[in-house]
């Protein structure tokens, strides 16, 4: 959202960007997998299988958050190309209408738990578009204090019972009560580009590590996870560099 401020693309740049940084960085990860787990004569006897994994499911159960995101992005272009000619009012309005039709959707293509996260993309754009007035709101330590209970409280109904609602409502007050407690104290330190950078090569591997170990060990030894994660989200982190993807 920051970055569409600075400057609106063209619809065709903004495809090629996102799909250059979202889009094959998947694929990339994807087809490295797909080579490790397949044996070369498994793999030519399985080759549409496998480039139909690389190319849209990505054999791997928690990537169907990058095809949500693909999705969302399609209804953000919308929403970018045309807030600049509508009130603030009926921006707001605009975020709530596209939010609740593209939570339908995910709900129906994807699966029930993809549309969890639908309304954090929303949020996102509603802290830049609107920042002034929801910092204004969140400048008060009582409201943190009340987020901060209430994620708790939710947090032990999801231990106890598992109810995915429970576990919605939890991520979603836990963001919130983030967003409150930056906005009630500004926080200034620095990182290093690559912790950012390298943070998508986290979620793309960290679960192919998980189930290369898993038929190894059962229970896989925590820093045993922690070392192949690190040299998985390294060698993933710079080849994407080299390759410029």
């Not at 006897?45 to 928690?62: N, Q, R």
């Not at 045309?82 to 995910?106: F, K, M, W």
Request: glycine content about 6%.
């Amino acid at each position: 959202m920051m970055s569409d401020r600075r400057k609106h693309l063209s619809f065709l740049e903004f495809v090629k960007r996102r799909l250059v940084r979202v889009y094959l960085p998947v694929v990339f990860v994807t087809a490295v997998w797909g080579i490790v787990v397949w044996p070369a004569g498994d793999g030519v006897a399985h080759l549409p299988e496998y480039l139909y994994s690389v190319f849209w499911t990505f054999s791997d159960g928690i990537l169907w958050f990058v095809k949500a995101i693909l999705l969302l992005y399609l209804f953000f272009y919308a929403y970018s190309t045309v807030r600049l000619r509508i009130s603030p009012v009926l921006r707001l309005l605009a975020l709530i209408v596209g939010t609740a039709v593209a939570y339908y959707l995910v709900y129906h293509l994807f699966a029930g738990y993809c549309a969890i996260s639908v309304p954090f993309f929303a949020l996102g754009v509603v802290l830049v578009e609107f920042n002034e007035k929801v910092y204004a709101v969140c400048h008060s330590y009582k409201l943190v204090l009340w987020l901060v209970g209430i994620t708790a409280i939710l947090g032990a109904c999801y231990v106890a019972w598992g109810n995915l609602y429970a576990h919605a409502l939890g991520n979603w007050y836990l963001v919130t009560m983030l967003v409150a407690l930056c906005a009630w104290r500004q926080i200034d330190f620095s990182l290093p580009v690559w912790v950012g950078g390298c943070s998508y090569d986290i979620y793309l591997t960290h679960h192919k590590v998980q189930k290369f170990l898993q038929p190894i060990y059962g229970n896989i030894p925590l820093h045993h996870f922690l070392v192949g994660v690190v040299i998985c989200v390294a060698a993933s982190y710079s080849l994407r560099k080299l390759l410029r993807i």
